[in-house]
């Protein structure tokens, strides 16, 4: 990740570069961040809705028809990325109230593995490797990342889409190397240049996912299986 201009760290982070001696400027400073900030993330979640709402519900029926038949998904990314990942697989595993659990895991869970693959092998096959050991034609396979670059997580797309899983890609800016693959079935791209805001929409974005997945398994597991027609 490219180190950020001073503009745009003093703008990030105004109490920081405060000198200290006119304390409103600071705050109002830090007001007006705080709402851009809270403007450009509203905007954001906004336009990705609109573009790719139809995109998610045909992929939320997709991942439904997976869990129906017995289908498992596998979460990954690296650094908040990867907390993103474990925390979509908790959601699916063991959400609050009385949503239902369903099976999933985050490939990050178990740094022994991840030490050991990276150690031994190499860091590009760290989830790769991992979906080769756990991933069954009709699991769904979810990958993370904010540049869309990530090799581990261009090979772990290659590897599960040989094997048959279902493939769901969610990256910022472009999409980077990700749009380019043909690896992903559904790529959701938050078109924002800003790191923190294409993390923040991602996660609205894979909660969205979720609420949809289980709102479609009803369904499923009745047998009442239909095309979406949006
Ligand atoms: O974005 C942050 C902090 O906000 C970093 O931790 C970031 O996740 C790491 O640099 C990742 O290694 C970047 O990988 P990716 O998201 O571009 O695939």
Not at 161 to 170: C, D, K, P, S
């Amino acid at each position: 990740m490219s180190a950020m201009a001073g503009e745009e760290m003093e703008s990030l982070y105004p109490l920081r570069y405060a000198d200290g001696t006119d304390l409103d400027a600071v705050l109002a400073e830090v007001r007006q961040s705080t709402v851009r900030k809270a403007n450009e993330i509203a905007d954001l979640r906004r336009g990705v809705l609109e573009r790719d709402g139809v995109q998610l519900t045909s992929c939320a029926w997709d991942m439904a028809v997976r869990f129906a038949r017995g289908g498992r998904l596998l979460a990954f990314g690296n650094g908040v990325s990867s907390t993103d990942a474990q925390d979509l697989a908790g959601l699916f595993l063991s959400p609050a109230g009385d949503a239902r659990p369903l099976p999933a895991f985050g490939l990050t869970n178990d740094i022994a593995v991840v030490t050991a693959l990276s150690d031994d092998i190499g860091f590009d096959v760290v989830f790769a490797r991992q979906i080769g050991a756990f991933g069954r034609a009709g699991d769904i396979a979810v990958g993370l990342s904010t540049s869309g670059n990530s090799p581990n997580l261009l090979r772990a797309f290659d590897e599960a889409a040989r094997r048959g899983l279902l493939t769901v890609g969610i990256a910022g800016y472009d999409g980077g190397r990700m749009a380019e693959v043909d690896s992903i079935d559904y790529l959701f791209v938050v078109p924002s240049a800003s790191v923190h805001r294409v993390q923040e929409a991602q996660t609205t974005l894979y909660h969205a996912l979720w609420e949809l997945t289980l709102a479609e398994l009803p369904a499923h597991e009745a047998g009442q299986s239909h095309v979406p027609t949006h």
